[in-house]
Every structure is written in structure tokens, then in C-alpha cells.
């Protein structure tokens, strides 16, 4: 009785995360569940690791309202698509994952087969949704926080030309396949440096979201037309806050800002480096290329009951890249 309980407990689940809801969040790592840790990405056929939370990828119709004789809207369904999926996941991923990733910010865009594999706690296949041709439009690199005691974790979008659920799916999915070693990713551990500017006392940098073209093709499947595809990547700001006095931050916000020197020559570079817990490895890099100041702003920061004043700094960035050991 207590394996058909389960067995229906687990069927449940993947009706809800694979529904048009797209519920697939992870709780906290220290509550392992079915849902935070049995779905596996598989990419040109082989399983390249598994992801914490993931959503969207289901076929959907648009509904178009129409006005009528009467008194109410007449709908009917327009144009169909498939949703863009949503993954997230750490730094336990296969290389491949990760190069697929700088690849797609170097505007080098490479289309990708795969599927999202669920699996109950014996590794048992229950469901594989399968995508076509799908394309990284976006990337979100996460905050790092030196108070931060969570565990961090990126997140990108596929958009796929078509996919496919497979609800009587079988198989047999090796826990460990294609992954690497878990590494333990803290938002705490990270080293930020930026040309000229002494960058010791920061201690937080808000999350980098990166939103890339879509090429060829958009949301639906039977569209007349599709909507045109922008040339160019608005790289996010980079927004950080460090202790006082900074000195070298308020020479620069003068010189670039009031006095007007903001020529490409009084830009700068620097990069974010997102380390694991011995401090010193290397997980990933992010290369920031044309900062420019554009804003400093006064906080005040919670710092265990007492407040501690911080300064908020904001810098445009022209370019980044992601750069994988």
C-alpha cells in the first residue's frame, strides 16, 4: 500500500510540474525532494546533469476576443506555440552546459535537441519532454552577497522550435550520469575587481540578467508572421554595494559624471569571479567590458540589529563574458 501511495505521490508531482502553470520550484537544498532533485537535462543525447527547479515547455493557444452581437466577448483560439522552458541549476552541470552558455553571449548561437528527463528516487524514467532546435535567450547569473549563507544558482531560458511530452516514458536514469561531482556554490564566495578602483570592501552585486535575440522564429508554430528579431544585447548594469570610505569610487562618479569625462578612454574593465569554498578555485568568471558610472547613492544596511552605512554604486556595462575553466 505504501508503494502505491508513492507511486501516485510521484505521479502527481509531474502533472503539476509539467502543466501550463509551469510549477517546478525547488525548496531549500537541506529538504531534498522529487522535485529538487530528479530532473536531468539531456542535451544531443547525452544527460549533462540535473537541474534544481524547471517550468514552461508545453505547447499553449493563444485566445482572441472578438466583439459580437452580444453582450459578452466571442473567443476562440488563435495562434499556437510552445512556452519557453525555465532551468535552474548550479555548478555541478556538464561543461558541455556551461560552454553552450558562453557560447550563446558571445553571440554565437548554436541551436540544441534535448530533453528534460523526469525520475523518481530509484532513477525509474516517469516522463521525458523533448525539445527542437532550441536557442539560450536568457541568462541570469546570480547576486553574490558576503552575508549570504544560500546556496546560488544560475538560471537560463531555452526557446524551442517544438517540443513533445512523453507521459508513458521509460528507462532507467543513472543518479550520477553526465554530472560532475557536486560543488558547493556559495553567494559569499566570490572576488570582483575593476580597473583602478579598490573593491576589498564589496559586499554585494545584484543578479545579472542577460536577454538574448530570438533567431528565426518566436512563440508560435503556425504564425504568418513573425515578429522581428533585435540585432542588437542590452548587457545589464552592474550594481553593487560596498563599505565607506570610497574614495576611488566618488574620483571616478566626479571625473565621469559631473565633469563630463566619459569618453570610452575613462571606461573600464573588470570581471566578477564566482569562486567555491576553499576560496581560491575558480568555478566561473564574468568579464565586464566598458563600465561606466552612472550613479552613486547613500544606504543604510541591516547588519545584525545595528545599521551600517554602505554605498550603492551603478555602473552600465557594455559587454560580458562568461568564461568557464
Not at 299 to 307: E, K, L, N
Request: glycine share 8%.
Amino acid at each position: 500500500m505504501r508503494n502505491v501511495l508513492k507511486t501516485l505521490l510521484l505521479c502527481t508531482v509531474m502533472t503539476i510540474v509539467w502543466s501550463n502553470t509551469g510549477v517546478g520550484a525547488a525548496p531549500p537544498a537541506d529538504k531534498r525532494s522529487f522535485a529538487s532533485g530528479k530532473f536531468a537535462i539531456e542535451i544531443d543525447g547525452h544527460i549533462a546533469g540535473f537541474v534544481n527547479a524547471v517550468e514552461g515547455g508545453l505547447a499553449f493557444g493563444d485566445v482572441v476576443k472578438e466583439n459580437g452581437e452580444d453582450f459578452f466577448f466571442k473567443k476562440h483560439l488563435g495562434n499556437a506555440g510552445f512556452r519557453d522552458i525555465r532551468l535552474e541549476f548550479g555548478a555541478d552541470m556538464d561543461k558541455s552546459v556551461y560552454d553552450w552558455i558562453a557560447a550563446s553571449l558571445a553571440m554565437n548561437y548554436s541551436r540544441k535537441d534535448g530533453a528534460i528527463v523526469g525520475a523518481d528516487f530509484q532513477g525509474n524514467v516517469i516522463s521525458r519532454l523533448e525539445f527542437q532546435s532550441a536557442l539560450i535567450t536568457e541568462v541570469t547569473f546570480p547576486a553574490v552577497d558576503a552575508t549570504s549563507k544560500d546556496t546560488a544558482k544560475m538560471s537560463i531560458v531555452l526557446s524551442p522550435e517544438r517540443t513533445v511530452l512523453n507521459r508513458k516514458a521509460s528507462g532507467k536514469l543513472g543518479l550520477t550520469g553526465g554530472a560532475k561531482a557536486q560543488k558547493k556554490w556559495l553567494p559569499a564566495n566570490f572576488r570582483l575587481s575593476i580597473d583602478g578602483i579598490d573593491t576589498k570592501k564589496v559586499s554585494k552585486i545584484d543578479a545579472l540578467t542577460v536577454k538574448l535575440p530570438r533567431i528565426n522564429f518566436g512563440d508560435c508554430f503556425r504564425c504568418e508572421e513573425l515578429p522581428p528579431s533585435p540585432i542588437k544585447v542590452d548587457f545589464p548594469d552592474v550594481v553593487l554595494t560596498t563599505g565607506e570610505p570610497a574614495e576611488p569610487l566618488y574620483d571616478w562618479f566626479e571625473d565621469f559624471v559631473i565633469q563630463g569625462n566619459n569618453g570610452d578612454s575613462s571606461e573600464k574593465g573588470g570581471s566578477l569571479e564566482y569562486l567555491s569554498s576553499d576560496l581560491k578555485t575558480v568555478l566561473f568568471t564574468l568579464k565586464f567590458r566598458n563600465l561606466g558610472i552612472f550613479e552613486l547613492m547613500p544606504v543604510a544596511v541591516d547588519a545584525g540589529g545595528s545599521t551600517v552605512p554602505k554605498l550603492l554604486a551603478a555602473m552600465y556595462c557594455e559587454s560580458m563574458e562568461f568564461v568557464v575553466p
